[in-house]
């Protein structure tokens, strides 16, 4: 679970294969449920797959077991980057708090990190 940075929704890396946003605000009206990012995927291997905002809120972006990063556009879930390059499953995907660069790290004991446009 990762929160943004408002505090006011989380994100949870599902099995079946979606990243989901969630509405934590007290006393919220209505589902809790806000969205689906869809593409990261699971294996055998059952492990934690970290996801995270970027600082502004505007990407979201999440580890993968088919060794891809991907990040999507908060406001409509679409897919804006995938980004190849590990030989492992990746665990974790975090943005820099104020530059536009993503680091990720891999169970092929490897840290990528770039400069998304």
């Not at 797959?49 to 580890?63: I, P, R």
Request: aromatic fraction near 8%; proline fraction near 3%.
């Amino acid at each position: 679970l990762y929160p943004c940075a408002q505090r006011t929704h989380i994100l949870s890396n599902s099995m079946d294969g979606t990243i989901r946003s969630w509405d934590i605000r007290p006393f919220v009206t209505g589902k809790r449920y806000d969205k689906s990012f869809l593409g990261s995927t699971h294996n055998a291997e059952k492990g934690l797959l970290k996801c995270s905002w970027s600082a502004d809120g505007k990407m979201v972006s999440g580890g993968s077991a088919d060794r891809m990063v991907r990040v999507w556009d908060e406001l409509t879930a679409e897919e804006l980057y995938l980004l190849p390059g590990h030989t492992g499953c990746v665990n974790s995907v975090v943005f820099h708090p104020k530059e536009n660069v993503i680091a990720s790290g891999s169970s092929d004991k490897s840290i990528f990190v770039g400069e998304l446009s």
